[in-house]
């Protein structure tokens, strides 16, 4: 009875080893984000220049296949931002919130200090709330003042996940523009596919 039961001892554990160290390894999905995705941002999350659908939020939803909520809004500051942060971000009790602000701060001439300001408030008070921020940097050659690095620091600062230049290799294309600020479909694809990785690496 005893070599039976070292027996069936011994199977059952040859079965286990065989799972754990020849089955596949779980695949990693953008699912261990959370539930609840949105992108906060001016006229590069609004998606002005492509068509329909073809910003980048609703791109990143069908990447992911989850349900991705565009709260872009063209023209935006990081002033105007903060000011609606809470009705259109805080309210839904976000996961995680991917954001592109600053260009407009920097087209109308608003102090980088003042900027960043504003961006920190917005950044710490989504992540007081328990949820996970990234942001797409932005950095224009010749007229840059200091911001690219300014994402930086604050991303140092607060934690954040940071895509430096969220348009490298973007702006300037004639194939990936729709005018000299905003991306077409194609452009917006890239950022896309961006955000999507820093999510995986997050």
């Known amino acids: 009875m005893k070599k039976i039961a070292y027996s069936v001892l011994a199977g059952i554990i040859l079965i286990l080893g065989y799972q754990i160290f020849l089955s ?3 695949r990693q999905t953008v699912g261990a984000v959370g539930e609840t995705i949105i992108c906060f941002g001016d006229s590069l999350t609004y998606g002005t220049g492509a068509g329909a659908g073809m910003d980048y939020p609703s791109q990143l939803s069908r990447l992911i296949d989850r349900p991705v909520i565009n709260a872009g809004v063209p023209g935006d500051t990081t002033a105007s931002a903060l000011e609606r942060l809470e009705r259109d971000v805080l309210a839904e009790s976000p996961d995680v919130v991917l954001i592109t602000l600053g260009g407009n701060d920097l087209k109308n001439g608003v102090a980088r200090g003042m900027a960043f300001e504003n961006l920190q408030k917005i950044v ?3 992540q007081q709330r328990g949820a996970r921020v990234i942001i797409g940097g932005l950095k224009f050659p ?12 604050l991303a140092d600062e607060t934690g954040a996940s940071l895509i430096p ?11 990936l523009m729709s005018d000299s600020i905003h991306p077409n479909a194609q452009g917006y694809k890239i950022m896309a596919k961006r955000f999507r990785e820093a999510m995986l690496d997050y």
């Open 24 to 26: 596949p390894a779980p």
């Open 124 to 126: 710490e008070s989504i």
């Open 142 to 153: 010749l007229r840059d003042r200091g911001y690219g690095k300014a994402y930086q620091k």
């Open 165 to 175: 230049n969220i348009l490298e290799g973007i702006i300037g294309k004639r194939g």
